[in-house]
């Protein structure tokens, strides 16, 4: 069946920084769009990144440009979200979500990740 799952997470001090990974399995891969979300205690989920299938575009939020870098592996079926300069409102459950670029309706999500930032 299919499968996210993401790794990595943790507790950091400000400033400093974290790899998270996902695991893909029990789908095509290479032709899904993959996303990092996030979701803080009390607040709205929120798309913190986006890359295409092959790799050859990305998105971020304002709140991580120039500190948070997506990429992806399609031979190894993964995802990856490096965070720098870690911020303490970085604070979230961080989740990989996974959408085929044409047939929409097919989006899937992992169980999330925790990233606690503080001294």
């Known amino acids: 069946q299919v499968q996210l799952v993401e790794s990595g997470g943790g507790l950091v001090q400000p400033g400093g920084s974290l790899r998270l990974s996902c695991a893909a399995s029990?789908?095509?891969?290479?032709?899904?769009?993959m996303r990092w979300y996030r979701q803080a205690p009390g607040k709205e989920r929120e798309l913190v990144a986006t890359?295409?299938?092959?790799?050859?575009?990305?998105n971020y939020a304002n709140s991580v440009k120039g500190r948070f870098t997506i990429s992806r592996d399609n031979a190894k079926n993964t995802v990856y979200l490096q965070m720098n300069s870690l911020k303490p409102e970085d604070t979230a459950v961080y989740f990989c979500?996974?959408?085929?670029?044409?047939?929409?309706?097919?989006?899937?999500w992992g169980q999330g990740t925790q990233v606690t930032v503080s001294s």
């Open positions: 979500n996974a959408q085929n670029i044409l047939l929409q309706r097919y989006d899937y």
């Open positions: 890359i295409t299938n092959a790799g050859g575009s990305t």
């Open positions: 029990g789908f095509t891969f290479s032709t899904y769009r």
